[in-house]
């Protein structure tokens, strides 16, 4: 298989390797209540997902294309079955949840499906097909990842009542406000009537933006700021999912 775009180091079967190793870990620990990768003592935990990352990539490379396939089907059945809607969970998606290290489970499932679409779109940039772009797959990836927002500007300090819009123009596209509360920033699904700061991208850039497969820079590049451009800019440092894989350097921060 060819190497996929964008991840240099990797093909594609390897970021299918990845997806599968996700559906197993999930199951294990989340369905089975198994606990057994840690960090090493002084091992930072960004340094232990690309440990793990990569021992689990480099093993899955002995497994055959087909029996991949065969692998991710089923798994992927099991993980759509596990879980309920009143369930909780711990979650890498903490930074937007109600309570530190604790989300309910309609948004661990939500920053499931964001990796997973991710992944596939990548795999179809690379193989040449048409990716899940249309509204209804599109819409809930750029909706879970500017959850983020918040966490994004929490060191950035305002008065009270101040917004900043951020307005995502095509497929799944939208808007959403970040207002400034006391004490933190909070995230709102409507327009503002005078936000501090209007920061406009399209569906695309928005996505490969959240998930690092572009720079701040570059999307500033495709943007449209309005009003003040330190809290656009702090907007446009936004990642949305925080997988470490192989070659981190080139791959970003999926």
Known sequence: MEPANNLSGLNVKDVAAHVLGEHIGRLSIHRDGFHVLHPAEGEAFPGFLDRINEEWVIAVRRISPPMLIDLLSTFGDQIVRSGGPSAW???AARCAGPAPGRTPYWLDVAREY???WTHQQQICEATG???LTESRYLGPVIDTFLRALPHTLRDIAAPPGVAVQVSVTGP?????????NPGRWELHHRPHPQPAAHLELDA???WRLCTRGITP?????RARIDGDEHLATAALHIV???WSPPNRET???L
């Open 172 to 180: 799944g596209g939208g808007i959403w406000t970040c207002i400034r």
């Open 240 to 242: 949305s999912i925080i």
């Open 251 to 253: 791959f970003g921060a």
């Open 89 to 91: 969970t711990l979650s």
């Open 204 to 206: 695309d850039t928005t």
């Open 129 to 131: 097909r048409a990716g």
């Open 114 to 116: 964001t990796e997973y």
């Open 217 to 221: 820079g570059r999307a500033a590049e």
